[in-house]
């Protein structure tokens, strides 16, 4: 059994994942913390309540919330509650047999993680981006759709890069860092302009 914790907008992208990739919908439970969501319908698959139970043990999880800090602290319990946390990529996605996706991470639709990167535990890689050659992306953070990751640059834990966003090579992103959408880290550590997004410089995640 497979559990997906989180009945929200990203629990969808995480379970089409899946179910493209071939997975059995009878194999796949989806919890939510919310008691008013038990029995809804997540793209077929009835929401179970509570998040967390003893039903973990012995079986995989992946925590399917786009939120950073939520992320990592349900993954942590979860893990104490005996579960195993399942990495899941899109079918679609290019992952180089030479790259390391941690436990619990996620790669989207159409993105592409080249050789010698390393994805850490919990990260979310979202559509569309591309993580480059030796690129680090530190754990639960969050990639934005269409973003780019020069080859050797490094984004630190629980930073978020907001959709469109570039890291030039060798430029990193410091841990707990934000780059809003269209954002530009260059020139060092945590450096970065923000064309036509400085409204958004204090945007959390």
Do not use: Y
């Not at 089409?16 to 969501?37: K, Q, S």
């Not at 630190?156 to 954002?183: E, Q």
């Amino acid at each position: 059994m497979i559990h997906l914790i989180g009945a929200g907008g990203h629990c969808k992208v995480v379970l089409d994942a899946l179910l493209r990739g071939g997975a059995d919908p009878r194999g796949i439970t989806v919890r939510d913390a919310r008691p008013e969501r038990a029995g809804e319908l997540v793209l077929g698959i009835p929401v179970a309540f509570p998040e967390l139970d003893d039903d973990l043990a012995g079986h995989a999880f992946h925590v399917a919330i786009g939120a950073n800090e939520t992320r990592a602290r349900l993954m942590e319990t979860a893990a104490l509650r005996g579960g195993t946390p399942l990495p899941i990529r899109h079918p679609s996605a290019q992952v180089s047999p030479f790259a390391v996706i941690g436990a619990g991470a996620f790669v989207g639709a159409n993105a592409v993680v080249g050789p010698g990167a390393v994805i850490g535990p919990g990260a979310l890689i979202n559509h569309g981006a591309v993580v480059d050659h030796d690129v680090a992306v530190g754990d639960h953070a969050f990639i934005g759709a269409g973003s780019v990751l020069g080859g050797g640059a490094a984004v630190g834990a629980g930073a978020w890069l907001g959709p469109r966003s570039v890291v030039v090579s060798g430029a990193r992103v410091g841990d707990g860092a934000i780059l809003p959408p269209g954002g530009i880290a260059a020139d060092g550590p945590d450096a970065f302009s923000l064309p036509g997004a400085g409204s958004m410089a204090g945007r959390r995640p």
